[in-house]
């Protein structure tokens, strides 16, 4: 047996090629330096198929052996990677290796985002055939050696006579021969997303999927696998993310032999994607990472890997403007007035940017109209945009826009021109999501007209950030375009049309910072950081509620990539009333933002935000550079929520503790800083205490015990010999 062996720095993947033709997945796992062909096992086994070509010898069948990229129609009756049809309704491939290419560097994706850079990155394509359709399938893996990072991507060629139709075409396959597993994902709804929960991986196949076109607030394409009794910060787990923001599929299987077979790509609903002769089709990327260091280990690799080799652009590593969005001081009531009253309110707070949020444009005074017109409202602002740009940085602040260029609502001006341009079906009333359509960004000229519109807009004033939201989720998909598949391609198609304005505007506009949005935390996601280096992790903007929340969201993706919000209270969406400072320690676990009436606060409420403003930026540093540690989770049922950060090279910490129930009588809580060299000692001006780092991890800090709802308290060590700069 050939071998291929994919190293990174603490971490080996290995591949057999059989004499055949067939690749058999051999490891994944901590770093080692043999040849694991020997841990397969060839056995005869009833009602297990043999290929044509190996007949005589019943030990071997795909049904039972660890398969590297499994398709359909081969004897293997477990889920499969890769399924076709012929224009006959022939089902079946049987993809053998035809030979692969290991060269320097990284490879790209047409269309798609990717993993990028790397001085020691390393490509290596592995090509497979189907004789009988002549389609190639290549294989791509993307090392990165450092990082301990491994990219999957699948590209699909006719090189027949005749189209094909694509019917799955998932990214990334692991089979695992031995172990027992734990499937780790994170559900959730609108305005509580991204919920952990862990189930056993049984004799059954258990599917995480979004078809809401987008990668959805139920579900989210980052999932981790692990070994049974894997702990935060111990035991053997797999993470995969893939990089895409549209409908996706995370398959747990486990065999008759209690062999493992874990996957992720694109859902396989509405794809029936049709290949003609000569033509290609690019599967997403899937992030890969394997750690000993339990769930804390993996989430520090990729929060590592996405600020470096996903996240791009200006604001990618500088510290991302303070900023105040209007929405929940005055929704679309506003005036131009209005909005500068807030600017200079924030002004004189340390705040930095003002966002002017939804009903700035067209005819929209409510949801229900307006939408898809990017034309200043110049009668409700009083003034041109750019004229309300200037007046907004004549305060000292920045300005910023929201938009929502996917969507369209039947009573505008774009609707009426362009009936055409939704998704909708013919003779079928359409689903409406918030009084709204979806344009249908498969069709480049749909995408043309937004992008040109918005650009007017954007070059028209001032502007330094755009927030892009998308506020519904996809049916009646359906394109009006004459001899367009319009049963198999459409939603993958549209993704890519969201991607390209995506990446015109970075292009266009390379020191505008775009965030993302999809009614929160809807499309929060590797392919959107690819465009967007920060989402709104939720509509959700309460304090406690955004504990759980923001937990789930750093399993997998980095606190660099969370805006967060103080907000106004009673909440808005829990009528739930917490404290200024609470709100403001949980809004700093991610990029720190305002949505409140700031003209209605009191003079110590100005006088705290001014405190927030400056201890986020004191803690900048740690909070989006440093490595985040789940100290206390919601979710065990405890009375508090706690978190921190960790300098790099262990000299400081900042370690945030708020309570989320208040009980008579409690015991006192002890609050654990991990991560820090056990053998220093560590100053905190909070306590006037010095600290070892093993007590801090072991033992942690005692939380005084107060006799008030929902409060918060913040900690910052420092090595004890770099005190003097660091007094207050």
């Given at each position: 047996?050939?071998?291929?062996?994919?190293?990174?720095?603490?971490?080996?993947?290995?591949?057999?090629?059989?004499?055949?033709?067939?690749?058999?997945?051999?490891?994944?796992?901590?770093?080692?330096?043999?040849?694991?062909?020997?841990?397969?096992a060839?056995?005869?086994?009833?009602?297990?198929?043999?290929?044509?070509?190996?007949?005589?010898?019943?030990?071997?069948?795909?049904?039972?052996?660890?398969?590297?990229?499994?398709?359909?129609?081969?004897?293997?009756?477990?889920?499969?990677?890769?399924?076709?049809?012929?224009?006959?309704?022939?089902?079946?491939?049987?993809?053998?290796?035809?030979?692969?290419?290991?060269?320097?560097?990284?490879?790209?994706?047409?269309?798609?985002?990717?993993?990028?850079?790397?001085?020691?990155?390393?490509?290596?394509?592995?090509?497979?055939?189907?004789?009988?359709?002549?389609?190639i399938?290549?294989?791509?893996?993307g090392?990165?050696?450092?990082?301990?990072?491994?990219t999957r991507?699948?590209e699909?060629?006719?090189?027949?006579?005749?189209?094909?139709?694509?019917?799955k075409?998932?990214?990334?396959?692991?089979?695992?021969?031995?172990?027992?597993?734990?499937?780790?994902?994170?559900?959730?709804?609108?305005?509580?997303?991204?919920?952990?929960?862990?189930?056993?991986?049984?004799?059954?196949?258990?599917?995480?999927?979004?078809?809401r076109?987008?990668?959805?607030?139920?579900?989210?394409?980052?999932?981790?696998?692990?070994?049974?009794?894997?702990?935060?910060?111990?035991?053997?787990?797999?993470?995969?993310?893939?990089?895409?923001?549209?409908?996706?599929?995370?398959?747990?299987?486990?065999?008759?032999?209690?062999?493992?077979?874990?996957q992720?790509?694109?859902?396989?609903?509405?794809?029936?994607?049709?290949?003609?002769?000569?033509?290609?089709?690019?599967?997403?990327?899937?992030?890969?990472?394997?750690?000993?260091?339990?769930?804390?280990?993996?989430?520090?690799?990729?929060?590592?890997?996405?600020?470096?080799?996903?996240?791009?652009?200006?604001?990618?590593?500088?510290?991302?403007?303070?900023?105040?969005?209007?929405?929940?001081?005055?929704?679309?009531?506003?005036?131009?007035?209005?909005?500068?009253?807030?600017?200079?309110?924030?002004?004189?707070?340390?705040?930095?940017?003002?966002?002017?949020?939804?009903?700035?444009?067209?005819?929209?005074?409510?949801?229900?109209?307006?939408?898809?017109?990017?034309?200043?409202?110049?009668?409700?602002?009083?003034?041109?945009?750019?004229?309300?740009?200037?007046?907004?940085?004549?305060?000292?602040?920045?300005?910023?826009?929201?938009?929502?260029?996917?969507?369209?609502?039947?009573?505008?001006?774009?609707?009426?021109?362009?009936?055409?341009?939704?998704?909708?079906?013919?003779?079928?009333?359409?689903?409406?999501?918030?009084?709204?359509?979806?344009?249908?960004?498969?069709?480049?000229?749909?995408?043309?007209?937004?992008?040109?519109?918005?650009?007017?807009?954007?070059?028209?004033?001032?502007?330094?950030?755009?927030?892009?939201?998308?506020?519904?989720?996809?049916?009646?998909?359906?394109?009006?375009v004459?001899?367009?598949?319009?049963?198999?391609?459409?939603?993958?198609?549209?993704?890519?049309?969201?991607?390209?304005?995506?990446?015109?505007?970075?292009?266009?506009?390379?020191?505008?910072?775009?965030?993302?949005?999809?009614?929160?935390?809807?499309?929060?996601?590797?392919?959107?950081?690819?465009?967007?280096?920060?989402i709104?992790?939720?509509?959700?903007?309460?304090?406690?509620?955004?504990v759980?929340?923001?937990?789930?969201?750093?399993?997998?993706?980095?606190?660099?990539?969370?805006?967060?919000?103080?907000?106004?209270?009673?909440?808005?969406q829990?009528?739930?009333?917490?404290?200024?400072?609470?709100?403001?320690?949980?809004?700093?676990?991610?990029?720190?933002?305002?949505?409140?009436?700031?003209?209605?606060?009191?003079?110590?409420?100005?006088?705290?935000?001014?405190?927030?403003?400056?201890?986020?930026?004191?803690?900048?540093?740690?909070?989006?550079?440093?490595?985040?540690?789940?100290?206390?989770?919601?979710?065990?049922?405890?009375?508090?929520?706690?978190?921190?950060?960790?300098?790099?090279?262990?000299?400081?910490?900042?370690?945030?503790?708020v309570?989320?129930?208040?009980?008579?009588?409690?015991?006192?809580?002890?609050?654990?800083?991990p991560?820090?060299?056990?053998?220093?000692?560590?100053?905190?001006?909070?306590?006037?205490?010095?600290?070892?780092?093993?007590?801090?991890?072991?033992?942690?800090?005692?939380?005084?015990?107060?006799?008030?709802?929902?409060?918060?308290?913040?900690?910052?060590?420092?090595?004890?010999?770099?005190?003097?700069?660091?007094?207050?």
């Amino acid at each position: 047996m050939k071998l291929i062996t994919l190293q990174s720095k603490n971490t080996t993947y290995q591949i057999g090629i059989t004499d055949t033709g067939f690749l058999l997945h051999l490891y994944y796992g901590v770093r080692i330096n043999c040849d694991m062909s020997g841990t397969i096992a060839y056995y005869e086994r009833g009602m297990s198929g043999v290929p044509y070509d190996l007949r005589g010898d019943n030990t071997f069948s795909c049904d039972v052996l660890p398969q590297e990229y499994p398709c359909f129609g081969n004897g293997d009756y477990r889920s499969p990677a890769f399924c076709l049809r012929t224009e006959e309704g022939v089902y079946g491939s049987d993809l053998r290796y035809r030979e692969h290419h290991i060269k320097k560097g990284k490879y790209q994706i047409p269309g798609l985002p990717a993993a990028y850079g790397g001085e020691d990155s390393v490509t290596c394509e592995i090509v497979l055939e189907d004789s009988n359709t002549k389609v190639i399938v290549i294989l791509r893996y993307g090392v990165f050696y450092e990082e301990d990072v491994m990219t999957r991507s699948v590209e699909v060629r006719n090189s027949g006579d005749m189209p094909v139709f694509l019917n799955k075409v998932l990214t990334s396959t692991l089979d695992f021969v031995t172990g027992e597993y734990e499937l780790i994902h994170f559900h959730g709804r609108h305005m509580m997303e991204r919920i952990l929960e862990k189930r056993p991986v049984l004799h059954s196949k258990q599917c995480i999927e979004s078809r809401r076109g987008t990668s959805s607030h139920q579900q989210n394409p980052f999932v981790i696998l692990a070994e049974k009794g894997t702990r935060e910060n111990e035991g053997l787990c797999y993470g995969m993310s893939l990089v895409y923001s549209g409908n996706f599929l995370v398959e747990a299987e486990m065999d008759q032999f209690d062999q493992v077979r874990f996957q992720m790509g694109l859902s396989p609903e509405m794809l029936d994607y049709k290949l003609e002769a000569g033509d290609r089709f690019h599967a997403p990327e899937a992030l890969m990472s394997c750690t000993t260091r339990g769930f804390t280990g993996l989430s520090h690799t990729f929060h590592n890997f996405i600020r470096r080799h996903i996240c791009r652009g200006k604001y990618k590593d500088i510290p991302r403007p303070v900023l105040i969005n209007n929405w929940e001081a005055t929704y679309f009531d506003f005036t131009g007035e209005k909005i500068i009253q807030i600017a200079g309110q924030a002004a004189e707070l340390g705040i930095e940017m003002l966002v002017l949020d939804d009903g700035w444009f067209g005819e929209r005074n409510s949801d229900t109209a307006g939408l898809g017109d990017w034309y200043a409202n110049h009668k409700k602002l009083g003034c041109t945009l750019g004229e309300l740009s200037e007046r907004i940085h004549q305060t000292g602040l920045k300005f910023g826009l929201w938009i929502e260029p996917e969507m369209v609502n039947e009573d505008s001006s774009l609707y009426r021109m362009h009936p055409d341009w939704v998704f909708k079906i013919p003779g079928k009333m359409p689903v409406l999501g918030r009084n709204q359509l979806v344009l249908d960004f498969s069709r480049k000229e749909v995408v043309d007209y937004i992008f040109e519109n918005i650009s007017r807009i954007i070059d028209s004033a001032d502007i330094e950030y755009i927030k892009m939201d998308m506020n519904r989720s996809i049916s009646d998909v359906y394109s009006a375009v004459s001899k367009r598949q319009n049963y198999g391609s459409i939603m993958y198609h549209y993704v890519l049309g969201v991607y390209d304005f995506l990446e015109r505007m970075v292009q266009r506009y390379p020191g505008l910072l775009i965030e993302g949005c999809s009614s929160g935390g809807g499309r929060f996601d590797t392919g959107m950081l690819y465009y967007t280096p920060q989402i709104w992790c939720s509509d959700n903007t309460d304090a406690v509620e955004r504990v759980w929340i923001q937990e789930g969201t750093s399993y997998g993706y980095p606190i660099s990539a969370v805006s967060s919000h103080v907000s106004a209270v009673p909440n808005h969406q829990t009528g739930r009333s917490v404290n200024l400072y609470t709100r403001g320690i949980v809004a700093m676990a991610g990029n720190l933002g305002y949505e409140l009436d700031l003209t209605i606060l009191t003079k110590e409420e100005k006088e705290m935000v001014k405190t927030q403003i400056r201890d986020y930026k004191k803690y900048w540093h740690l909070i989006h550079k440093g490595d985040y540690y789940r100290v206390d989770s919601p979710l065990k049922g405890g009375e508090y929520g706690a978190w921190s950060f960790v300098a790099k090279d262990k000299s400081e910490a900042l370690l945030s503790v708020v309570c989320i129930q208040a009980r008579a009588n409690r015991p006192v809580y002890y609050a654990k800083c991990p991560g820090l060299d056990l053998d220093k000692l560590y100053y905190c001006v909070q306590t006037d205490t010095a600290y070892s780092g093993a007590a801090l991890k072991y033992v942690g800090v005692p939380v005084p015990i107060l006799n008030e709802e929902y409060y918060a308290l913040q900690y910052f060590f420092w090595s004890l010999e770099n005190k003097e700069e660091f007094e207050v």
